[in-house]
């Protein structure tokens, strides 16, 4: 049987070269599409590397100054020496066509990445050491490496940079308001993280009770809205169902039990009607399957990732979700250890927000009966999820354990953990009948205080 050749075309490659050499105001619209890694002959990665190296420099691009450079590396023989230079120089009339042709080496070089991608694959399966899972989440990262590193951004200058920068802090001045990541609605919040950042693992975390999911329904549904970002909502424990009833009391200030008996107040529907308008105009999604491993969340957030931009990752909970088949022998602390990992990795991967809710130890309540506030140290099976962790939320509400609390109607948010900021806590409103947090008012700022 012959053996194929990989997918490649020294002739197109030596064109764009060519036209490189030739006019050097292509360059930009080449850089566009294609870097070192996509050019099949090694002579002609070394030849595109000094093209971009001198025009980068603002060096003039010719013949000249490329069979310059090349000598001063020692690598112009390596190439073919200066007849090679001409004869590229000579291998093209015109330019028009450089960017088609840099889109059909792209083409090719994706094609052989493919190719190893399958190889890798294969070869592993053959080996037979890993578990299947670890084998398709395996598969589909390198997939989805090849098909992020297809979407290609040009150079752009400092100067442009600078301009959009200056810009935006200058509007932040003016707003007294600088976020740098999502705006998730809660004010104070948002001045303390600057918004919540890409590629950041996020800890919500709380005894039973304190709110831990309608806080995060509550943060992610602000997100999709002002944002205008795909979200997805992994809940592991509460149905699809029961979320929605929750999204709908929260949003609409509608009691659970009026909504589920259709006992509902005289307006309810039309502020039913006028949340369900909002929620039908963002991308909301929610995945209810009881029992998801990390492998299983990163496949479908890749999906999102990939179709639909996705902006940011709530789960629903930590101690929920099942370790990979070769820890099950493992602790549950080092299970735990791994899942952290895993979603942090996922964070960085993705570069958006993964938000992922915990329990609590019982430890508060033996430290203090009467007034439990949580710490760091609380954090359940702790050591990984604190070390990982980027931002650490913890919720109290002290009316839920004191009758005559001061803090009625309220609920401590306390930043235990802030990798790039300060630690600290303030307060939010918290409505029980409806589930809902929401910033306080200048006049119960005042009380709380």
Request: aromatic fraction near 6%.
């Amino acid at each position: 049987m012959v053996e194929r050749e990989v997918p490649h075309s020294i002739e197109l490659e030596k064109a764009v070269l060519g036209a490189m050499l030739v006019d050097q105001e292509v360059i930009p619209r080449v850089l566009e599409y294609v870097d070192r890694s996509c050019f099949y002959s090694e002579a002609h990665q070394i030849i595109f590397n000094t093209i971009v190296s001198l025009f980068e420099k603002n060096i003039v691009v010719d013949i000249n100054t490329v069979s310059e450079e090349l000598k001063r590396q020692n690598l112009l023989e390596e190439i073919g020496g200066r007849e090679e230079l001409a004869n590229l120089s000579n291998f093209v009339v015109s330019s028009a066509g450089v960017e088609e042709w840099a889109k059909l080496i792209l083409e090719k070089a994706i094609k052989r990445k493919l190719i190893q991608a399958a190889n890798q694959i294969v070869k592993e399966t053959l080996e037979d050491k890993l578990p299947v899972e670890h084998l398709l989440d395996k598969a589909e990262s390198l997939i989805f490496s090849i098909k992020e590193a297809r979407i290609r951004k040009g150079f752009v200058p400092l100067k442009d940079i600078l301009k959009d920068t200056l810009k935006k802090i200058e509007e932040a001045s003016q707003r007294k308001r600088f976020l740098t990541g999502l705006e998730t609605g809660f004010q104070k919040l948002d001045e303390m993280t600057s918004g919540i950042q890409n590629g950041d693992l996020i800890i919500i975390a709380g005894r039973p009770s304190m709110g831990k999911t309608a806080f995060a329904l509550n943060l992610a549904t602000n997100v999709a809205v002002r944002n205008r970002v795909p979200v997805a909502f992994f809940s592991l424990e509460m149905s699809k169902e029961l979320l929605i009833q929750r999204l709908i009391c929260s949003e609409a200030r509608i009691g659970l039990r009026a909504l589920r008996s259709g006992n509902l107040p005289r307006d309810a529907w039309q502020r039913i009607s006028t949340v369900c308008g909002i929620f039908y105009d963002i991308d909301f999604f929610i995945d209810d399957s009881p029992r998801l491993s990390v492998l299983d969340i990163r496949a479908k957030a890749r999906r999102l990732k990939s179709e639909l931009s996705l902006g940011l990752v709530v789960i629903d909970y930590l101690q929920l979700i099942e370790g990979v088949r070769e820890s099950r022998s493992a602790t549950r602390q080092e299970v735990i250890s791994e899942i952290s990992r895993s979603l942090k990795a996922l964070a960085k991967e993705l570069d958006i927000p993964v938000i992922c809710l915990s329990q609590l130890s019982r430890s508060p309540e033996r430290r203090d009966p009467k007034k439990p506030i949580p710490q760091l140290a609380d954090l359940r099976e702790s050591g990984a999820i604190e070390q990982d962790a980027d931002l650490v939320i913890l919720l109290y509400r002290d009316e839920f354990y004191n009758e005559n609390s001061l803090e009625k109607g309220m609920a401590r948010i306390i930043i235990a953990k802030q990798r790039n900021g300060p630690t600290g806590q303030f307060r939010l409103a918290f409505i029980n009948e409806y589930m809902k947090f929401d910033n306080l008012t200048f006049e119960e700022e005042i009380e709380a205080e």
